[in-house]
């Protein structure tokens, strides 16, 4: 079911950016790459016996940056009751929750601000042209 969950997400991800049908199935199959599961091999958590959070975090990131590029009170609602599952599966996961709601932060404050003042503000670029 969770894995379901996350290629649902994936895939809406994949709709939102007009991804063919092929690359929309190989982008699904990301949360069954065997090795996805023990790469964060030990660390602050060890998530080789998570493997349901792993799934999860992944369909939360998908769907995150889905929402970000299109909102919708449907995908703001699926959002939230993925994370709101994510949470709930293991008691401790909010701050990969935050690290993996980052990305999406950051292209919704750089599309509301321009991504030339996130520059700036950031020292990355000189104020001047």
């Known amino acids: 079911m969770l894995l ?8 809406t991800y994949c709709r939102t950016f007009s991804f063919g049908t092929v690359r929309q199935i190989l982008a ?5 790459i065997p090795g996805a599961m023990y790469a964060w091999d030990g660390g602050i958590a060890d ?3 998570d493997a ?19 909102p ?3 995908r703001g609602v699926a959002l939230g009751l993925l994370f709101g599952l994510t949470q709930w599966s293991r ?5 990969m929750m935050a690290i993996i709601a980052l990305p999406g932060i950051v292209f ?7 991504w030339a003042a996130c520059q700036r503000s950031f020292g990355l670029v000189s104020g001047r042209s």
């Open 4 to 11: 379901l969950l996350a290629q649902a997400a994936i895939v």
């Open 28 to 32: 699904a199959l990301l949360p069954v």
């Open 47 to 49: 998530l080789r016996r």
């Open 52 to 70: 349901q959070l792993v799934i999860l975090l992944t369909g939360c990131l998908f769907l995150s940056l889905a929402y970000v590029a299109a």
């Open 72 to 74: 919708s009170w449907k």
């Open 91 to 95: 008691d401790n996961a909010a701050a």
């Open 108 to 114: 919704a404050v750089s599309a509301v601000v321009g």
